[in-house]
């Protein structure tokens, strides 16, 4: 039985986001678009002056006009110098679907649409099990209950801190590390329906990126959604709003427009001067031997970087009692990491050489043990691929061993048994546009870590927030496991770490609590720190600070 849709509309010519939607439900064959409801709205130019002079005052309609002109500067800055994330308009009437048009009942700021008996009877007719809010206005009235699932609707931020809009701007405008998403069914209170889905993505440089990242990455969750509710003929367990009693955002008036001007274009500025000056953020690996104190990181000892690379992802292995630090080697010049190794001792290192070279990137060397052999997962990203390499004389030589994921977007991966099973945590991006900061999805496998056979843990991906998802080690101590992660911050990738323990691991559930966090407070000059690993002997950290016109000066 498929899931009838109907999509209200304000005309048959979606942005691109929600055409992107739109195609998607087309193909699925449990899904179908049963109904286009088109607003009809008096859209004359008289008509729309008219309402925009009902609507505001001049103050605001100057301020309006302002920021227009802001967001059509930055659309062009995005379409010549950053990453895309578009989709392709499309038009409805090339689809065969059955429409009708309704005339809402507009408040006098014409903000609120109502619609009357007649044609809440026609939505009614079509007995429809979810509609999809797609046009404007805040919704009042029976429209919210003319389905069986009532109105599903986006809102592009978390309402717990932030109701209203332009969607992206405030969190650029306040330098929030995250810009949050809910997927709600809507009620009457704005931004306040029951939270269907809730996750965060980093929030970008400026505000027209930040709203086409959120666009785009939140997709999938709408997709997923929608596919659910297909295959049990029923809604998820929904969340209530928590209670609301903040500001409700509009667009900024003209000194919030200065502020965010000031703010946001000297720091582009400020990033292409540096630039100028052959600014490079610049990564290195340090460590120190384990005491009582594990998380005490004074008088680390730094593995000085060789010619035109950085060290960083470091992870320790042990073998017959000699430690061992296998590393991301990033060289400038290729643009491209390998895997290095380094043999450590209390005070001194020996750098044994590249032990792991693709034509294409690596990094994230972790290590583990399967049936008295030694593998490799390094990150793959670059090829679409999770895979596993087989040492064949350690440290130095190793060879390609199997593929255990193709087609998966997916960094930082960890691999390792637990109460019989073995689990696969990593960072995929499941819109495909290289973020892997902000999602964590978890697999798990009766057959061993060597096959392909991977099973996707039910509530992946288990976070959604770019304070927290993104991997950066693992420790097993006390018979207890420690997930290590990420902290981004605006502007800054890998700004801090915080050390997990896994509270609960099985095929259902999943859970983790922070108990320690770690700052790049340790040497002098750092402003990121981004992995820690241990074993019985050894702590391992990385940190970056910049550098300056090619010269790496070391830590001090």
Same mark, same amino acid.
């Given at each position: 039985?498929?899931?009838?849709?109907? *999509? *209200?509309?304000?005309?048959?010519?979606?942005?691109?986001?929600?055409?992107?939607?739109?195609?998607?439900?087309?193909?699925?064959?449990?899904?179908? $678009?049963?109904?286009?409801?088109?607003?009809?709205?008096?859209?004359?130019?008289?008509?729309?002056?008219?309402?925009?002079?009902?609507?505001?005052?001049?103050?605001?309609? %100057?301020?309006? %006009?302002?920021?227009?002109? &802001? &967001?059509?500067?930055?659309?062009?800055?995005?379409?010549?110098?950053?990453?895309?994330?578009?989709?392709?308009?499309?038009?409805?009437?090339? =689809?065969?679907?059955?429409?009708?048009?309704?005339?809402? $009942?507009?408040?006098?700021?014409? %903000?609120?649409?109502?619609?009357?008996?007649?044609?809440?009877?026609?939505?009614?007719?079509?007995?429809?099990?979810?509609?999809?809010?797609?046009?404007?206005?805040?919704?009042? #009235?029976?429209?919210?209950?003319?389905?069986?699932?009532?109105?599903?609707?986006?809102?592009?931020?978390?309402?717990?801190?932030?109701?209203?809009?332009?969607?992206?701007?405030?969190?650029?405008?306040?330098?929030?590390?995250?810009? #949050?998403? @809910?997927?709600?069914?809507?009620?009457?209170?704005?931004?306040?329906?029951?939270?269907?889905?809730? #996750?965060?993505?980093?929030?970008?440089?400026?505000?027209?990126? !930040?709203?086409?990242?959120?666009?785009?990455?939140?997709?999938?969750?709408?997709?997923?959604?929608?596919?659910?509710?297909?295959? !049990?003929?029923?809604?998820?367990?929904?969340?209530?709003?928590?209670?609301?009693?903040?500001?409700?955002?509009?667009?900024?008036?003209?000194?919030?427009?200065?502020?965010?001007?000031?703010?946001?274009?000297?720091?582009?500025?400020?990033?292409?001067?540096?630039?100028?000056?052959?600014?490079?953020?610049?990564?290195? &690996?340090?460590?120190? /031997?384990?005491?009582?104190?594990?998380?005490?990181?004074?008088?680390?000892?730094?593995?000085?970087?060789?010619?035109?690379?950085?060290?960083?992802?470091?992870?320790?292995?042990?073998?017959?009692?000699?430690?061992?630090?296998?590393?991301?080697?990033?060289?400038?010049?290729?643009?491209?990491?390998?895997?290095?190794?380094?043999?450590?001792?209390?005070?001194?290192?020996?750098?044994?050489?590249?032990?792991?070279? /693709?034509?294409?990137?690596?990094?994230?060397?972790?290590?583990? /043990?399967?049936?008295?052999? @030694?593998?490799?997962?390094?990150?793959?990203?670059?090829?679409?691929?999770?895979?596993?390499?087989?040492?064949?004389?350690?440290?130095?030589?190793?060879?390609?061993?199997?593929?255990?994921?193709?087609?998966?977007?997916?960094?930082?991966? *960890?691999?390792?048994?637990?109460?019989? $099973?073995?689990?696969?945590?990593? !960072?995929?991006?499941?819109?495909?546009?290289?973020?892997?900061?902000?999602?964590?999805?978890?697999?798990?496998?009766?057959?061993?870590?060597?096959?392909?056979?991977?099973?996707?843990?039910?509530?992946?991906?288990? %976070?959604?927030?770019?304070?927290?998802?993104?991997?950066?080690?693992?420790?097993?101590?006390?018979?207890?496991?420690?997930?290590?992660?990420?902290?981004?911050?605006?502007?800054?990738? #890998?700004?801090?770490?915080?050390?997990?323990?896994?509270?609960?691991?099985?095929?259902?559930?999943?859970? /983790?609590?922070?108990?320690?966090?770690?700052?790049?407070?340790?040497?002098?000059? *750092?402003?990121?720190?981004?992995?820690?690993?241990?074993?019985?002997?050894?702590?391992?950290?990385?940190?970056?600070?910049?550098?300056? =016109?090619?010269?790496?000066?070391?830590?001090?």
């Amino acid at each position: 039985m498929r899931i009838k849709i109907g *999509l *209200l509309l304000d005309n048959l010519e979606p942005d691109e986001y929600n055409s992107e939607l739109i195609q998607w439900i087309d193909k699925q064959d449990k899904l179908e $678009i049963s109904l286009c409801i088109i607003n009809k709205l008096n859209t004359s130019k008289i008509s729309k002056i008219k309402s925009v002079f009902n609507k505001y005052s001049i103050n605001r309609i %100057i301020n309006k %006009i302002l920021f227009k002109l &802001v &967001v059509l500067f930055e659309k062009y800055l995005y379409k010549f110098f950053f990453d895309k994330y578009n989709s392709n308009k499309i038009k409805l009437n090339n =689809f065969q679907i059955p429409k009708i048009y309704v005339k809402p $009942i507009l408040s006098k700021k014409r %903000i609120y649409y109502q619609y009357s008996d007649d044609d809440l009877k026609k939505i009614k007719d079509k007995k429809l099990d979810l509609i999809i809010r797609m046009g404007s206005g805040i919704l009042k #009235g029976d429209i919210l209950f003319s389905s069986k699932h009532g109105v599903l609707s986006f809102h592009h931020a978390d309402n717990d801190i932030n109701r209203g809009g332009p969607a992206g701007f405030w969190e650029v405008f306040y330098r929030q590390s995250k810009t #949050g998403f @809910i997927i709600q069914q809507l009620n009457e209170t704005l931004d306040g329906g029951n939270i269907l889905r809730k #996750g965060f993505f980093p929030t970008k440089i400026f505000f027209y990126l !930040n709203q086409k990242f959120i666009y785009k990455k939140s997709l999938y969750y709408f997709k997923k959604l929608l596919s659910e509710i297909s295959e !049990n003929n029923m809604l998820p367990n929904m969340t209530p709003s928590n209670k609301y009693n903040g500001k409700i955002y509009k667009d900024p008036n003209f000194l919030e427009l200065f502020y965010y001007l000031y703010k946001t274009y000297s720091k582009i500025i400020g990033i292409f001067l540096r630039k100028c000056f052959l600014e490079k953020d610049t990564w290195y &690996v340090a460590y120190k /031997e384990k005491n009582h104190n594990l998380y005490n990181l004074d008088n680390l000892k730094v593995i000085e970087n060789n010619k035109n690379c950085f060290n960083a992802d470091p992870f320790i292995y042990k073998l017959k009692d000699q430690n061992y630090i296998f590393v991301e080697s990033f060289n400038f010049k290729k643009k491209r990491g390998s895997i290095s190794v380094y043999k450590i001792k209390k005070h001194s290192y020996e750098f044994l050489g590249e032990v792991l070279k /693709e034509k294409f990137h690596l990094s994230f060397p972790f290590i583990f /043990e399967f049936e008295n052999k @030694i593998f490799m997962c390094p990150e793959t990203n670059q090829i679409n691929e999770i895979r596993l390499y087989e040492n064949i004389s350690f440290p130095n030589k190793w060879k390609y061993h199997s593929t255990l994921m193709k087609n998966v977007s997916a960094a930082d991966t *960890l691999i390792f048994e637990h109460n019989g $099973i073995w689990w696969l945590l990593t !960072n995929i991006d499941y819109s495909e546009i290289n973020d892997h900061n902000s999602e964590l999805s978890l697999y798990y496998s009766y057959e061993g870590p060597l096959t392909s056979k991977w099973n996707k843990h039910p509530k992946n991906p288990l %976070i959604i927030d770019p304070e927290k998802a993104r991997n950066a080690g693992l420790i097993s101590e006390n018979n207890k496991l420690y997930r290590v992660s990420q902290k981004n911050e605006f502007g800054i990738y #890998g700004k801090e770490i915080d050390i997990n323990i896994i509270d609960m691991i099985s095929t259902e559930n999943y859970s /983790e609590k922070t108990i320690h966090n770690i700052k790049p407070d340790f040497k002098k000059r *750092l402003f990121a720190t981004h992995h820690f690993n241990l074993n019985d002997d050894y702590i391992v950290v990385d940190c970056c600070k910049k550098n300056y =016109f090619n010269i790496d000066n070391g830590l001090k």
